[in-house]
């Protein structure tokens, strides 16, 4: 029995470096797997607080949010500053952009050690959060920080989206606008419909374009991009400019359909408040 206990102890010991070699290269789902047989014969490994954050830092990059929750949220972790920087991730992805730029900026100082992915990850989306929560000071220092990474591809079209961002917080419309049209013919799937999307949220801010062309192209994107918070803001802007444009019939099937496909997204209330609104 002895011997039967060791060798479980040695083969989850192998299985969670395994996990921590396929987290470090980005490879979630394999991480996963090791992870959930380890947990499966020992309830005692499962429940040591460097294995939560491992595992719900896994099961974060992977978008399962409720599966994340109790791992990266456990009291184990409370003073743990690497989770906290997973926790603001958590908080991004269901678009609590507030929480989200409090926690990355109480938790940043450990991304400088991670792998050049992670760092990459944790940069866009950090300054998306503090653009979202008006911080350009900090989104500035974060857009930075990625590219000093020396990005390239599609990471390099994503920073050059959050780029036009903070332009066009700065008042440098014009630019911004030029920025997105650069990286709309970048070729990058994502980076092309947050570049598609931001362009057209301003140029109707500015009012530099019908709620008619808008809708159009609104509905030919999406048609590209399913499935994320990208989604939900495509959608939620949809909804917005049929019911500015008067067509109360779109933008309510619009609404309910955002929110049903959205219900762990953090901004579900305020659509669905608007809703009873316009009835």
């Known amino acids: 029995q002895q011997a039967a206990?060791?060798?479980?102890?040695?083969r989850n010991a192998a299985r969670l470096?395994?996990?921590?070699?396929?987290?470090?290269?980005?490879?979630?789902?394999?991480?996963?797997g090791q992870l959930n047989m380890i947990a499966?014969?020992?309830?005692?490994e499962a429940a040591r607080p460097s294995f939560r954050a491992l595992r719900g830092a896994s099961t974060l990059l992977l978008h399962q949010l409720d599966e994340a929750e109790p791992e990266l949220f456990?009291?184990?972790?409370?003073?743990?500053?690497?989770?906290?920087?997973w926790?603001?991730?958590?908080?991004?992805?269901?678009?609590?952009?507030k929480a989200a730029a409090s926690e990355f900026e109480r938790a940043w100082r450990p991304v400088a050690t991670y792998p050049k992915w992670l760092q990459q990850k944790f940069g866009l989306l950090a300054a998306e959060a503090a653009?979202?929560?008006?911080?350009?000071g900090n989104a500035?220092?974060?857009?930075d920080f990625v590219t000093a990474t020396s990005p390239s591809g599609s990471i390099n079209a994503r920073l050059r989206v959050q780029r036009g961002r903070l332009l066009a917080h700065e008042g440098a419309t014009?630019?911004?606008?030029?920025?997105w049209e650069q990286v709309i013919k970048s070729g990058d799937r994502m980076a092309t419909t947050q570049a598609s999307l931001a362009r057209i949220r301003l140029l109707l801010q500015l009012k530099r374009m019908e709620f008619a062309d808008a809708i159009e192209a609104l509905e030919k994107l999406r048609f590209v991009w399913r499935g994320d918070r990208l989604e939900f803001d495509l959608l939620e802007l949809l909804a917005t400019t049929y019911l500015h444009r008067g067509d109360y019939w779109n933008g309510l099937s619009t609404m309910r359909e955002t929110v049903a496909l959205f219900t762990e997204a953090e901004n579900t209330a305020p659509v669905s408040e608007r809703m009873v609104q316009v009835f």
């Open 140 to 143: 500035a220092a974060y857009l």
């Open 131 to 136: 653009l979202n929560a008006s911080q350009t």
């Open 40 to 44: 499966q014969d020992s309830e005692a």
């Open 87 to 97: 926790r603001a991730a958590w908080h991004a992805e269901r678009g609590d952009w």
């Open 174 to 179: 014009d630019q911004a606008l030029t920025m």
């Open 74 to 85: 456990h009291a184990s972790l409370d003073a743990d500053r690497e989770a906290a920087l």
């Open 5 to 10: 206990h060791a060798d479980e102890k040695q």
């Open 17 to 32: 470096e395994l996990a921590r070699f396929h987290f470090s290269h980005g490879l979630a789902a394999e991480a996963l």
